[in-house]
């Protein structure tokens, strides 16, 4: 049973119409030596009158599965270095460099798994721990080559194309037939309602399964994504919002599944129209300088369907050994540097968190078509949005009153550690 499966990602980050300068790079001061090793980074600068935004996309073996990140900085002619020596190393930390860099923020595909689900109800945390069958197959088992870069976007559309593909590898269980993995990315120079991205503020990506074998006839199949968060603010609490975008136009298609990435939230709202973000009213609190807000599709579509198949989320987890395991070599690691290893764990660690802390989760997303043989083609789509709109100043004195409530939280806690300690050697 082999077919194509492509999942739809959109990223975007919206705002008012702004004037942008463009530029792309291609394993930028890389030497020839360099790039015998095939890193396939790609960097593409978009300048405003005030700020700019830089987005990071890879896919290879020296530096990691399919990746892609969004960084705004507070500089128009931000300097960006890249460390070659180091990226190569097994110390990948800042690797990439962005002068005045405020928000970072992307996901990685981190596998695509497959399990039986007979009854079709089976939910992805049961299903992760107690069926025998359910089985991650990692996207870093792969080597990618670059197959396109746009030098200039095209004239008609606007859009910067970056295509990857991985190499066929056919003792690989879902490619034993010569199958590989495709990644798309496109990035808007200018608007485009229809899919709601803002030029030079967001980009969609396309992952596309070509060859698949589907294992079983009920199999669900699925992908796991690593959400990035610039700041974790909360060890127990962050990344837990999960609610649904009201429909557009009632019609369901629109019916989208989202989480704040960077604040947490009791409230829900419409999204009435395709670049509104949410009212002040139901905003919740800002804990950060930009409003982020990651958004899956509730559907799916296959091909030779009429009917949408429903996307199953799973729920955000902590990583487990064996995934950060497969962040030893990442484009996270490059760019947050030694902050990747703060991110927030359970409470009992805390008394270890000295930098600010990022965010990581691991979210599953699945779907499942009972009896079908093979899916030639399914999609889906998710989006990343930075609502850059609200940065005002007041935001910022609040992120800095949070990084140091941290600080001074974990000096206490390691502080009582120490009399603890100390108290423990004047016992008789």
């Known amino acids: 049973m082999c077919g194509r499966i492509f999942v739809l990602c959109i990223f975007c980050v919206c705002s008012t119409v702004w004037s942008w300068d463009f530029k792309v790079s291609q394993n930028p001061a890389c030497d ?24 990071f996309t890879v896919a290879s073996a020296k530096l990691g599965a399919p990746s892609i990140f969004m960084v705004k900085s507070a500089k128009q002619n931000a300097g960006v270095t890249f460390d070659w020596k180091k990226l190569f190393s097994s110390n990948m930390y800042d690797g990439i460099r962005i002068e005045g860099a405020t928000d970072i923020y992307g996901i990685s595909y ?49 859009l910067i194309e970056i295509l990857y593909r991985s190499e066929p590898r056919r003792r690989h269980r879902l490619f034993k037939d010569g199958g590989h993995i495709e990644v798309k990315i496109l990035i808007p120079t200018k608007d485009d309602e229809i899919n709601r991205l803002r030029g030079g503020l967001s980009f969609k ?19 796991g994504v690593l959400l990035f968060s610039n700041v974790s603010l909360s060890p127990s609490g962050d990344f837990l919002e999960g609610k649904y975008f009201e429909d557009f136009d009632e019609s369901g298609s629109n019916r989208d599944f989202y989480v704040h990435l960077n604040e947490e939230s009791s409230g829900s709202f419409d999204l009435a129209k395709p670049f509104e973000l949410p009212s002040s009213q139901s905003t919740p609190k800002p804990v950060s300088q930009t409003l982020v807000l990651f958004r899956a599709g509730a559907l799916g579509q296959l ?14 987890l902590l990583l487990r050994p064996n995934h950060r395991s497969r962040l ?3 484009l996270a690691k490059a760019l947050y540097g030694r902050r990747v290893d703060q991110n927030y764990q359970p409470v009992r660690n805390m ?30 789509n998710v989006t990343l949005t930075m609502d850059l709109q609200k940065d005002e100043p007041e935001k910022y ?32």
């Open 397 to 428: 004195l609040l992120v800095e009153q949070a990084r140091n409530n941290q600080e001074i939280a974990g000096m206490r806690v390691w502080g009582l550690f120490l009399v603890k300690w100390i108290s423990s050697f004047q016992q008789v």
């Open 351 to 380: 008394s270890k968190k000295i930098a600010t802390p990022i965010g990581i989760r691991l979210q599953r997303f699945a779907f499942a078509a009972p009896g079908q043989q093979s899916a030639k083609y399914a999609s889906w």
């Open 32 to 55: 020839d030596e360099c790039q015998e090793e095939f890193p396939n980074l790609v960097h593409v600068s978009a300048k405003h009158s005030n700020f700019s935004i830089h987005f």
């Open 205 to 223: 990506s396309l992952i596309s399964f070509h060859g698949l074998t589907i294992l079983h006839p009920d199999s669900k199949l699925g992908v």
């Open 110 to 158: 981190l596998s695509i798994f497959d399990f039986r689900d007979p009854s079709g109800d089976s939910d992805m945390v049961t299903a992760s721990k107690s069926n025998k069958t359910f089985q991650d197959y990692y996207l870093t088992q792969f080597e990618y080559s670059i197959v396109k870069v746009d030098p200039t976007p095209d004239p008609e559309t606007g």
């Open 303 to 316: 091909e030779g369907k009429s009917e949408s198949a429903p996307i199953n989320p799973g729920p955000r």
């Open 328 to 330: 030893s070599r990442s």
